[in-house]
């Protein structure tokens, strides 16, 4: 544990001793020693709170009822999360200084701890055993000895995890928990600008991204991409670019009708790069391939980004795309004769960069073999 986390754990393992019968000082010290551990675990904006609230949740359902003692603490501070989270925000941090110089002194008494959630069970805390270990009654009549082990691996490890702290794989569940739990409000909004830039992350590594489509986050970044905020637009489009690299995103894009919302993004000088990467990456995908040809102004958008100087890369893209449809659909090599198109093919055989114009003569040859049996089979029909 950094110092930061002993502190903390400090703090809640005092309170958790303490006379805890219900009184407006109690309430205030409660609230403090919940501000003093959430500012050393940086755990104070709303996608925190959340991620942490749903963390002690994802923790209660993997214990059970295996370890009593631990579940009470769990419950306990699931409490505190509910009670007091949203008086964190815009709060000043308590250091332990001033906070242990109002502290309440320890009793030796046994005491109950009664959570707000009326579905909650009574937590009576006796700090008095020879060995210094606590013990959690339940309903005044059940007792269970915690071992030191398990109150701090509740306290260092289970309570309070930062998201930077936890496994990838959970990590990614909690991210995704909290998105499918957002809520068109204010709230909901805040979480969102902190959630896409942790999603983005996630979406990096190809182990998660198969666990992030099936999750149903896709429809969550088509959401994004349907509303008028431009700076969701850009994070969609980005972990939309991250997932179809790693993934088979193919068959959930042609689903939900991503298709035809991604399209107009081509003729976004800033944004079309992340659209043509995700097109280039999926458009092997059979349903893919189909809309993105049945789709006029796709065409027309991508042969307009071949005219585009200083863009290798989104060029290359858009060519691979072409390249890419040409075999599977007849119908686009007549398209793609067109004499403008022919003359951005030629220009970036000539001038575009080396993958550019490996890309591009390919498509010329394709197109030349293919004009060449067009007419030997016009002539063989005619009997010239």
């Given at each position: ?176 928990d909290v998105i499918n739990e957002l809520n068109d409000d204010d709230e909901s909004r805040k979480i969102i600008e902190e959630a896409l830039p942790i999603l983005e992350l996630l979406s990096c590594h190809q182990h998660y991204s198969s666990e992030i ?172």
């Open positions: 544990m950094d110092s930061s986390d002993k502190e903390a754990r400090k703090v809640l393992l005092t309170l958790l001793q303490h006379d805890r019968e219900a009184s407006s000082f109690a309430d205030l010290e409660e609230l403090k020693a919940f501000k003093f551990a959430a500012f050393r675990l940086q755990i104070t904006s709303p996608m925190a709170l959340l991620i942490e609230k749903q963390s002690i949740k994802d923790l209660l359902s993997k214990i059970g009822d295996t370890d009593p003692a631990a579940k009470k603490i769990l419950n306990y501070l699931l409490y505190l999360v509910k009670k007091y989270g949203e008086s964190m925000e815009g709060e000043e941090p308590i250091t332990i200084s001033n906070y242990e110089s109002n502290e309440h002194p320890k009793g030796d008494d046994d005491v109950s701890i009664q959570s707000s959630d009326t579905n909650s069970v009574d937590y009576v805390t006796d700090s008095s055993t020879e060995d210094g270990s606590s013990k959690i009654i339940h309903n005044e009549s059940e007792r269970f000895k915690s071992r030191d082990s398990v109150t701090d691996d509740v306290t260092n490890l289970f309570v309070f995890e930062k998201l930077s702290v936890l496994p990838w794989g959970l990590r990614c569940k909690v991210v995704e489509v099936s999750s149903g986050v896709p429809s969550f970044l088509l959401q994004l991409i349907k509303n008028s905020n431009r700076e969701h637009h850009n994070f969609a489009l980005r972990i939309l670019c991250n997932l179809s690299a790693h993934t088979d995103l193919g068959d959930h894009l042609v689903c939900l009708g991503f298709i035809q919302h991604l399209v107009p993004f081509l003729d976004d000088r800033i944004l079309s790069a992340y659209c043509v990467k995700i097109f280039r990456n999926l458009c092997t995908v059979e349903e893919v391939a189909a809309q993105l040809i049945e789709d006029e102004n796709c065409i027309e958008s991508i042969r307009e980004i071949l005219d585009q100087g200083g863009k290798d890369e989104e060029q290359d893209n858009a060519l691979h795309i072409l390249l890419c449809l040409c075999h599977q659909h007849e119908q686009l090599r007549e398209v793609l004769m067109q004499e403008s198109i022919v003359s951005s093919l030629v220009d970036i055989s000539q001038n575009g960069s080396s993958e550019g114009k490996l890309i591009s003569i390919k498509l010329l040859q394709f197109l030349k073999n293919d004009q060449e049996r067009f007419i030997a089979d016009v002539c063989q029909n005619t009997n010239i």
